[in-house]
Nanobody, 129 residues
Framework: EVQLQASGGGLVQAGGSLRLSCAAS????????IGWFRQAPGKEREGVLC?????????YYADSVKGRFTISNDNAKRTVYLQMNHLKPEDTAVYYC?????????????????????WGQGTLVTVSS
């Protein structure tokens, strides 16, 4: 069974950094596309960063986070990370990690929540102004 557990959220000052973790079980990174999404109160869930299978191929970054957020993984720990740098108050949201065995990442249309069938719990990131 594919299971994901997001963690690492917290309070951080604007301009600071934070690394979110997504512990995985029941699947192999090489066979699943990985996505990070976020949702702020009153707003629709949006794709932040989505990576192709194995985190080696195509990676989509939302314009709002491009150059600031990156994805990486530690296969030994079966964990995917979202490194967030130069955080802004508008980055404040609940962040979710997701995975899907069939999704392919080629552009913004591929980094949408409905393409991903497995989801972890959200972790709250609050960036103070």
């Amino acid at each position: 069974e594919v299971q994901l557990q997001a963690s690492g959220g917290g309070l951080v000052q604007a301009g600071g950094s934070l690394r979110l973790s997504c512990a995985a079980s029941g699947f192999t990174f090489a066979n699943y596309a990985i996505g990070w999404f976020r949702q702020a109160p009153g707003k629709e869930r949006e794709g932040v960063l989505c990576a192709s299978s194995g985190l080696v191929g195509s990676t989509y970054y939302a314009d709002s986070v491009k150059g600031r957020f990156t994805i990486s993984n530690d296969n030994a720990k079966r964990t995917v990370y979202l490194q967030m740098n130069h955080l802004k108050p508008e980055d404040t949201a609940v962040y979710y990690c997701a995975a899907d065995p069939l999704a392919t990442i080629g552009g913004p249309m591929d980094c949408q929540s409905f393409w991903f069938r497995s989801w972890g719990q959200g972790t709250l990131v609050t960036v103070s102004s």
